[in-house]
Every structure is written in structure tokens, then in C-alpha cells.
């Protein structure tokens, strides 16, 4: 049975944008979107040289799967160039980091779980060690 006046379809038109420090993110699902209690869904522009330094989201897990270009993913202190099709997951309050070392716009989805966890919903971690130094020698990404 269908709930009235609950939207179930998003438009382009209704996505809400936002320009973070290090993304364009294109909000499809969250709760001033739709009425959704489990999942958070938002579509990343990373443009090339530029990163989401490493960071946690200690209440939430995350899955990452990439639309288009590729991208340097951190996941602890493990990390791979995933592209197209390919997924990143990351457990909750897991410290990872997305870099475009290369010459093409990242484009990728961001799935996250529980959408009503518990704050904070994001900590930065960058700027601590270990993960200061991690990517010691690697492309400068800010």
C-alpha cells in the first residue's frame, strides 16, 4: 500500500546541489528529499587534483561505485585505483579517502547507511597521523 504525498522518484530537477570543498555533490536521497530512514544517496564530481582527504563516518557505512574516471581509494591503509563499475565498501567508522590523481573528472555514488545515524555524520582525520603522512610520495591532491 502506497503512503500518500510520499515521493518515491527523484527528477534531475529536484536533486539538490552542493558544493563542498572538494566535490559537487549532486543529493538524491536524503530526508529533505524523500522520506527515507536507511540510505543516503549522492552523486560525486571530483574534478582532476582534486580529493576527499581521508576522513571516517563513525556511524554510517559506505559503499562507493564508480560512474565514470577513476580514482586513487583509500580504505584503511589499503589502497587501489578503482574505475567504472567498481566498488569501494567501507565499514562503519572506517578511515578512507578519495583522490583524482588523474587528467579526468571522478564521477562516482556514494551510498550510505543508516541515513538517520547519530552524529557526527563525518570526521576528518587528515590532518592526524597517521594518515597525515600515508600518502607520502604520491601526486599532491588537495
Known sequence: MSTPNLRRFVTAAEKV????????????????????????????????????????HPTREEIIYVLSGRAEQW?????RIIGPGEIVFVPTGEVHGTYNIFNERLVFLA????????????????????????????PVCT
Open 17 to 56: 546541489d552542493y558544493r563542498s570543498p572538494w566535490a559537487l555533490e549532486e543529493w538524491l536521497c536524503r530526508n529533505d528529499i524523500v522520506d527515507n530512514k536507511e540510505l543516503l544517496l549522492v552523486r560525486a564530481n571530483i574534478e582532476p587534483g582534486r580529493c576527499h582527504g581521508f576522513h571516517t
Open 75 to 79: 580504505c584503511g591503509k589499503e589502497h
Open 111 to 138: 551510498i550510505l547507511s543508516p541515513a538517520n545515524a547519530a552524529e557526527p555524520g563525518l570526521v576528518d582525520v587528515s590532518t592526524e597521523e597517521p594518515w597525515a603522512s600515508m600518502r607520502k610520495g604520491f
